[in-house]
């Protein structure tokens, strides 16, 4: 029986996915797979991305984990594909690859401001609230007010971990160092701007909710928002999510809100319940520009209204709010890979089901893409499955299409990496780094502290 010797690049939840339906998919060949990853830790944006405080989504881990547990996966940990294996060394050793890479940068927003001091970009704020250890240690929390633009689940993720309370994340996983960052913060107000209307929201009811539930934190409206257009009204009739969304918001006006906002700063409190803190949601509001000379000190919008076809046009009304930091939550971007074809544009490998393909259109024999690298940064975690399932399937119908390696003994790519210097670690190691966290984590009565230093993370795997 032939052998299929797969690398898969990438152990977020698309490449663990992808080697898990592969294992268990009907097929006339064996199969045995080595997952690339270049940190030592697994599940990509599911330890790295998803919020500390969303326990029940970082739950999906524990899937995950059984998919690696059941002893066909390699995992090597702390190698980079690009820098400690290559293409060529693919080519070498395996039949194909899949790569699963997805995305863990910002999208650019392009205003005058953007590059001030007070600037940043969501995704490297979320690297460093879950202690991604590539990113820096340190954040400036020193605003008393700030600006989130965007309106999908990471612009909400953004402001509810800059408003909430230090303590009230104590028990989830943060690292230490974001706990004391967070503790010092002088966040008063936290305004977060979509271009588009409330019913036009990229984010799901759910995270919505969960920000009336913070604690000492008031929900701030603007009533002058809400004047649905039929675009609006006939969106609540036919999507029950947008409905609920509507149910959520209703909530809001009919208990604490405000006229509108006044032009340079945080609302007066009068028809707030006094929370030391406020999370204001601003709407049909365009960003043109963040403020400041040295450093951030405000937003400019303006204000838009609907086009009558499904977007927004802005109405020559500009309006500024007193800022000290802007987060620009507008979306994350995938980053090219050596020797693989990249789309600068989309920030993904173009494919075609999956089938990477090159310039021409061509495919590109043996090479494959999964999850965000494939399919842009959009999409629950879920989504990354059914992408898995087309990727598989085209891998699996292509087998003349295989490259032939000329050392495909499981062996030889171990021997090469060591030969390399690569310090890299295995499924082991990760068990060793997981029991270490929760180790660290019980000692102060919480399920796990995450180490983040990588030389850290290696000693932990090393045991
Ligand atoms: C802030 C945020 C919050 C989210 N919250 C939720 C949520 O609450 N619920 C939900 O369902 N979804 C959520 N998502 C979406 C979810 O995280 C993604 O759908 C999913 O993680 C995409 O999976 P992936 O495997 O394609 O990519 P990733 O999860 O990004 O995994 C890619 C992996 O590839 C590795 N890698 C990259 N380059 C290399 C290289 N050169 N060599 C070796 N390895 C490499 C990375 O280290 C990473 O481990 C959130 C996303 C973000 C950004």
Redesign the pocket.
């Known amino acids: 029986m032939t052998k299929l010797r797969l690398a898969i690049?990438?152990?977020?939840?698309?490449?663990?996915?992808a080697a898990d339906i592969l294992l268990k998919a009907e097929k006339q060949f064996d199969v045995s797979i080595d997952l690339?990853?270049?940190?030592p830790?697994?599940?990509?944006?599911?330890?790295?991305?998803?919020?500390p405080d969303?326990p029940r989504?970082k739950g999906?881990i524990t899937a995950l984990r059984d998919v690696l547990d059941t002893g066909n996966i390699r995992l090597f940990g702390n190698?980079?594909?690009?820098?400690?294996?290559t293409l060529d060394d693919l080519k070498q050793h395996y039949n194909a690859v899949i790569f699963?890479?997805?995305?863990?940068k910002d999208a650019p927003l392009d205003i005058p401001g953007i590059e001030l001091p007070g600037s940043y970009g969501?995704?490297d704020f979320?690297s460093w609230y879950?202690g991604h250890p590539d990113f820096p240690r340190e954040w400036p929390l020193d605003a008393s007010s700030a600006a989130v633009i965007g309106n999908g689940?990471?612009a909400l993720?953004?402001a509810r971990i800059l408003s909430k309370h230090a303590d009230d994340l104590l028990p989830t996983d943060i690292p230490s160092n974001v706990y004391e960052g967070l503790k010092q913060s002088p966040i008063t107000d936290v305004h977060v701007f979509g271009r588009r209307g409330p019913m036009q929201v990229k984010f799901t009811p759910l995270?919505l909710r969960e920000l009336g539930e913070l604690n000492d934190v008031d929900m701030v409206v603007y009533e002058e928002d809400f004047d649905y257009d039929d675009a609006s009204l006939a969106a609540i009739e036919s999507n029950k999510q947008i409905m609920v969304i509507d149910r959520i918001f209703r909530k809001w006006r009919d208990g604490l809100q405000s006229d509108g906002p006044q032009s340079d700063g945080p609302q007066s409190d009068d028809s707030q319940s006094g929370a030391s803190r406020r999370l204001h949601l601003h709407f049909f509001a365009g960003p043109i520009e963040v403020l400041g000379t040295d450093r951030v000190e405000g937003f400019r919008y303006e204000r838009t209204e609907p086009d009558g076809a499904g977007g927004v046009r802005g109405i020559g009304e500009f309006r500024e709010v007193a800022v000290q930091a802007v987060y620009r939550a507008v979306g994350?971007f995938g980053?090219p890979?050596?020797g693989i074809p990249f789309d600068e544009r989309r920030g993904v490998i173009p494919n075609r089901e999956g089938q990477v393909i090159d310039d021409h259109d061509e495919p590109v024999n043996g090479v494959y893409a999964?999850?965000?690298?494939?399919?842009g940064?959009?999409?629950?975690?879920?989504?990354?499955k059914s992408?898995a399932m087309e990727t598989v399937r085209h891998l699996m119908n292509d087998q003349a299409n295989w490259w032939s390696p000329v050392q495909p003994e499981e062996d030889a790519i171990v021997t090469l990496l060591e030969q390399r210097g690569v310090d890299f670690t295995n499924l082991q190691g990760w068990q060793n780094l997981d029991e270490h966290e929760r180790a660290l984590g019980a000692a102060q009565e919480r399920e796990r502290i995450k180490v983040v230093p990588r030389d850290e993370m290696i000693a932990a795997s090393k045991g």
């Open positions: 690049v990438g152990a977020g939840p698309a490449g663990i996915y690339f990853e270049q940190l830790a697994p599940y990509g944006l599911v330890r790295y991305g998803v919020a969303h989504i999906i190698v980079y594909y690009g820098r400690d294996v699963s890479t997805g995305a863990i969501a995704a979320v879950d689940n990471v993720d953004v995270e994350y980053s890979l050596d999964t999850g965000w690298i494939k399919r940064p959009v999409g629950l975690i879920g989504h990354t992408d």
